[in-house]
């Protein structure tokens, strides 16, 4: 009789490891349409037991990274405007890019929301409204970058910024691939 309770623990303890294997499979395969898949999939992979095998959640939560590496590229770019002797260019090309990061923050953080939204009406008209988002935050990126052209621009300031706000797009053009993965709101569950 004490071999019962080991053999319900054994296959518990199979068909835990079966589900997190197919659901590291499907991070992996979904993150193969992303342009950073290697990002993609260390990224996710911690998040495999809730994302299960999930097109929306694996979105949403490629969301989420996006906004929690916005929020730190948003205070990092905060501590450059205080950077001493930077000239008046460069300064302004800093509060331009602090504006661009916070706005890119904004359409993150409404594009979560819409997510949450998806099983609530009109499946198309979430999902465009996302993708606009998603797409507008990873413009609001590359336009903080590009606000640091030219010879008069290069230094530690345009270096630091740009390799953090680059990183910070890669995520975010990771979630955005991501998110045009989902397809019809019959064949997903919503959360």
Not at 17 to 38: G, H, K, N, W
Not at 160 to 186: T, W
Request: overall charge negative; charged content about 15%; glycine content about 6%.
């Amino acid at each position: 009789m004490a071999s019962f309770p080991i053999l319900v623990f054994l296959v518990t303890a199979v068909l835990h490891s079966l589900r997190m294997v197919a659901s590291q499979d499907f991070i992996t395969e979904s993150c193969q349409t992303t342009e950073y898949p290697t990002l993609c999939v260390q990224s996710l992979t911690p998040y495999a037991p809730s994302i299960q095998q999930n097109e929306i959640l694996l979105a949403k939560t490629a969301l989420e990274l996006s906004l929690e590496n916005s929020h730190g590229a948003t205070s990092f770019v905060s501590q450059m405007t205080q950077t001493p002797g930077i000239g008046p260019r460069q300064s302004q090309a800093v509060r331009d890019c602090l504006h661009n990061v916070a706005d890119s923050v904004n359409q993150l953080r409404q594009s979560i929301d819409e997510l949450g939204q998806m099983g609530s009406g009109d499946f198309a008209w979430h999902m465009s409204n996302v993708q606009t988002w998603v797409s507008g935050a990873l413009t609001d990126d590359n336009m903080c970058v590009q606000g640091f052209s030219g010879a008069d621009m290069d230094g530690n300031v345009k270096v630091e910024i740009g390799n953090r706000v680059m990183e910070l797009a890669k995520y975010v053009s990771n979630a955005l691939a991501l998110v045009s993965r989902i397809g019809s709101p019959n064949y997903y569950n919503v959360p």
